[in-house]
């Protein structure tokens, strides 16, 4: 596609339930983030894969954070557990390749996850 | 490690007014600094990319400038419109690190 596309664009769940949230990058980029939004305050990193594995897992906030990226294109952010702190917009974002002077970030619109 | 901060918090403006977006970044030695525009419930887009090189990026009525010595980047945005409205963030990734580092953004309102 043309951009970075992210589903489901929300998620309702319940407090203890496993949620699994989908992104796909643009073709051909090779590093792909995720991170996590709460109101008022900027992006805060999760995750960033290069190719197929995680190269920096240093923001997954605890143990029922994972995420996968098994073909080195679309990743999965899977939440285990989840609980009301979960709640946030979830936002992916692509690369064309390791962050340097000249390769930006393209983001997709995010998953909206709400945990009750 | 680095930190960003990004003053003023909110702003809202008349239709017209030539705007100043104030980004600034405790470690200067960055690759580059990144501004983005966020409208509400949407995802990022980016708007300007600085190189570590470069002192400034321009597209349409926007100009962005970057002053590593200083830890500074400022968002100039002129002849400010109703659209104009969103929030700004500005991202930047230093030395050794894969991570960006994002402010919290500036929510602007133009009001017409």
């Known amino acids: 596609g043309a951009g970075v596309s992210q589903t489901p664009s929300n998620k309702v769940t319940e407090k203890g339930k496993y949620v699994e949230l989908r992104c796909d990058p643009i073709?051909?980029?090779?590093?792909l983030y995720w991170y996590r939004q709460s109101l008022g305050q900027g992006p805060e990193f999760l995750i960033y894969?290069?190719?197929?594995?995680?190269?920096?897992d240093s923001g997954l906030p605890n143990d029922r954070f994972f995420a996968v990226r098994p073909e080195g294109s679309v990743s999965t952010l899977k939440i285990q557990r989840t609980e009301r702190g979960d709640s946030a917009v979830y936002l992916c974002?692509?690369?064309?390749?390791?962050?340097?002077?000249?390769?930006?970030?393209?983001f997709g619109p995010g998953t909206r996850l709400t945990v009750l | 490690k680095q930190e960003v901060t990004q003053i003023p918090a909110a702003l809202s403006v008349p239709e017209g007014e030539n705007l100043v977006l104030n980004c600034s970044f405790t470690d200067s030695a960055i690759y580059n600094l990144q501004w983005f525009r966020q409208d509400p419930g949407k995802g990022l887009t980016s708007l300007l990319l600085i190189q570590s090189s470069q002192r400034e990026q321009t597209s349409g009525r926007l100009n962005a400038s970057l002053d590593k010595s200083s830890g500074r980047s400022t968002l100039y945005i002129a002849a400010s419109q109703p659209g104009d409205s969103a929030t700004y963030l500005c991202?930047?990734?230093?030395?050794?690190?894969?991570?960006?580092?994002f402010g919290r953004g500036t929510s602007l309102i133009v009001h017409p």
């Open positions: 073709s051909g980029h090779t590093a």
């Open positions: 974002a692509s690369s064309p390749g390791p962050l340097s002077s000249y390769n930006e970030q393209f």
């Open positions: 991202a930047t990734r230093s030395g050794g690190s894969y991570i960006p580092t």
């Open positions: 894969f290069q190719g197929t594995g995680a190269a920096d």
